[in-house]
């Protein structure tokens, strides 16, 4: 596979009364053409602003900056304002996690899905409703022509994000960034909206960054997993080596918290909270909660070590030692 995105040392500042908030920490990583690279971690630790700020969708204050910043051999550094607005939409698209506040309540659905394939194709309305119609039979609305004059208030939350998925695939994407899509669905909705994802990643050959909280959608759907946490890439593994062999802490301890992983039948849990990310971090932000953390994790810098070919993680502990811990945790 060839390479269609890469990022290093994203940084993301915002200013705020009590001092800078930096709620992504250089952040490096790449993706591939056809992959799904998913994005794991807990609520605020600087999933969503990572992918916000590769399409320029920052909240006004906030300021990026970073080292490297291609797609698909293009510089989005460099590129202006229009530029970045011509590429958004078209090559790369985002999915939100709400869809009833994605969607513009006043206008009809067909008008919301013919102005974004008119904006970047240009064209006719009638082979923009075409594409309209055609995207919304392939992501399973049942008569998609009579759809494109309702309201998104007259559709089910399901309904809604089939709707941003064909929005998004409107003008052929290179790649899709999907914000925890099935966050205000119910479970039976949402694994069809996740089926229904990888179905058409295959179809279109699309490269698919999927962020999410949840383990059990990235043992589905990724093929790599990067797991944040106060903003930083904490370990980042092809997803069958994570599973095997979990080196952060963070990360095995996502892995107590997975139904059925303990040999007790408890969930497993992490004690506190994620950290202020104000001003600079000082060592491993996961330190105060980490229950082999020693003197040492609080000082200084701790770098991504590589574990395995294609296996990295930011930790003072050799893998076997925090693993040892983890098999523990659960018998």
């Given at each position: 596979?060839?390479?269609?995105?890469?990022?290093?040392?994203?940084?993301?500042?915002?200013?705020?009364?009590?001092?800078?908030?930096?709620?992504?920490?250089?952040?490096?990583?790449?993706?591939?053409?056809?992959?799904?690279?998913?994005?794991?971690?807990?609520?605020?630790?600087?999933?969503?602003?990572?992918?916000?700020?590769?399409?320029?969708?920052?909240?006004?204050?906030?300021?990026?900056?970073?080292?490297?910043?291609?797609?698909?051999?293009?510089?989005?550094?460099?590129?202006?304002?229009?530029?970045?607005?011509?590429?958004?939409?078209?090559?790369?698209?985002?999915?939100?996690?709400?869809?009833?506040?994605?969607?513009?309540?006043?206008?009809?659905?067909?008008?919301?899905?013919?102005?974004?394939?008119?904006?970047?194709?240009?064209g006719g309305r009638a082979a923009s409703r075409a594409r309209a119609?055609?995207?919304?039979?392939?992501?399973?609305?049942?008569?998609?022509?009579?759809?494109?004059?309702?309201?998104?208030?007259?559709?089910?939350?399901?309904?809604?994000?089939?709707?941003?998925?064909?929005?998004?695939?409107?003008?052929?994407?290179?790649?899709?960034?999907?914000?925890?899509?099935?966050?205000?669905?119910?479970?039976?909705?949402?694994?069809?909206?996740?089926?229904?994802?990888?179905?058409l990643q295959r179809e279109f050959g699309l490269a698919v960054i999927?962020?999410?909280?949840?383990?059990?959608?990235?043992?589905?759907?990724?093929?790599?997993?990067?797991?944040?946490?106060?903003?930083?890439?904490?370990?980042?593994?092809?997803?069958?080596?994570?599973?095997?062999?979990?080196?952060?802490?963070?990360?095995?301890?996502?892995?107590?918290?997975?139904?059925?992983?303990?040999?007790?039948?408890?969930?497993?849990?992490?004690?506190?909270?994620?950290?202020?990310?104000?001003?600079?971090?000082?060592?491993?932000?996961?330190?105060?909660?980490?229950?082999?953390?020693?003197?040492?994790?609080?000082?200084?810098?701790?770098?991504?070590?590589?574990?395995?070919?294609?296996?990295?993680?930011?930790?003072?502990?050799?893998?076997?030692?925090?693993?040892?811990?983890?098999?523990?945790?659960?018998?």
């Open positions: 596979m060839s390479r269609l995105l890469e990022v290093g040392d994203l940084r993301v500042k915002i200013p705020t009364s009590e001092g800078p908030l930096y709620p992504v920490r250089s952040v490096s990583f790449a993706v591939d053409k056809g992959e799904i690279l998913c994005i794991v971690g807990e609520s605020g630790c600087g999933k969503s602003l990572t992918s916000l700020a590769l399409v320029g969708l920052l909240p006004p204050r906030a300021r990026r900056s970073a080292e490297r910043l291609l797609f698909a051999g293009e510089d989005l550094l460099r590129a202006n304002r229009r530029r970045i607005s011509d590429i958004r939409g078209n090559r790369i698209a985002m999915i939100f996690q709400d869809p009833m506040s994605s969607l513009n309540p006043v206008y009809t659905i067909g008008s919301q899905l013919v102005e974004v394939f008119v904006r970047h194709h240009g119609v055609e995207l919304l039979e392939k992501v399973g609305i049942p008569s998609p022509s009579e759809r494109l004059g309702q309201f998104p208030h007259q559709l089910s939350g399901g309904l809604r994000q089939r709707v941003m998925i064909a929005m998004a695939l409107m003008c052929d994407p290179d790649l899709l960034i999907a914000d925890e899509p099935t966050t205000a669905l119910d479970v039976t909705i949402q694994a069809q909206v996740l089926a229904l994802l990888k179905r999927l962020i999410t909280h949840d383990l059990g959608v990235v043992a589905r759907m990724a093929d790599r997993v990067l797991v944040m946490y106060a903003g930083e890439i904490v370990e980042q593994a092809r997803t069958e080596d994570l599973f095997a062999r979990p080196c952060h802490p963070y990360t095995q301890g996502l892995m107590r918290c997975l139904p059925g992983r303990t040999d007790a039948g408890r969930l497993g849990t992490i004690d506190g909270t994620v950290p202020s990310m104000i001003g600079d971090l000082e060592g491993c932000a996961f330190a105060e909660r980490c229950q082999l953390a020693f003197a040492q994790c609080r000082c200084g810098g701790i770098a991504l070590a590589e574990a395995e070919p294609g296996h990295a993680y930011r930790c003072l502990l050799p893998p076997e030692q925090s693993l040892r811990h983890l098999r523990e945790a659960e018998e």
